[in-house]
Nanobody, 125 residues
Framework: QVQLVESGGGLVQAGDSLRLSCAAS????????MGWFRQAPGKEREFVAC????????YYADFVKGRFTISRDNAKNTVYLQMNSLKPEDTAVYYC??????????????????WGQGNQVTVSS
């Protein structure tokens, strides 16, 4: 069992930066692919980025390439999402998630076994 707790969200202005953190409990964190998803009001949950367990292959949604960076610190059981050049359309609840198939990237929510509670990010224009 893995529990995920996100932090670092908040209200910022367009062009600002935020770093989200997701702290995981359990000794198996390093074996998971970790992902970030987001959900805006009235919209479906969408993939943002993920990072595999060991060689840390990363994969991003097109709309965040060049602006967001996902990273992980297995010693701290934590995955991060550095978000730069934020836009109002980035406003959403951001979720981190863990996929037990840690060797591959995945943008499909159903592939992920564990989810955090979500963290609100609001970007004002």
């Amino acid at each position: 069992q893995v529990q995920l707790v996100e932090s670092g969200g908040g209200l910022v202005q367009a062009g600002d930066s935020l770093r989200l953190s997701c702290a995981a409990s359990g000794r198996t964190f390093s074996s998971y692919t970790m992902g970030w998803f987001r959900q805006a009001p009235g919209k479906e949950r969408e993939f943002v980025a993920c990072i595999t367990r060991s060689v840390s292959i990363t994969y991003y949604a097109d709309f965040v390439k060049g602006r967001f960076t996902i990273s992980r610190d297995n010693a701290k059981n934590t995955v991060y999402l550095q978000m730069n050049s934020l836009k109002p359309e980035d406003t959403a609840v951001y979720y981190c998630a863990g996929d037990g198939d840690g060797g591959s990237v995945s943008s499909t929510p159903s592939r992920y076994d564990y989810w955090g509670q979500g963290n609100q990010v609001t970007v004002s224009s």
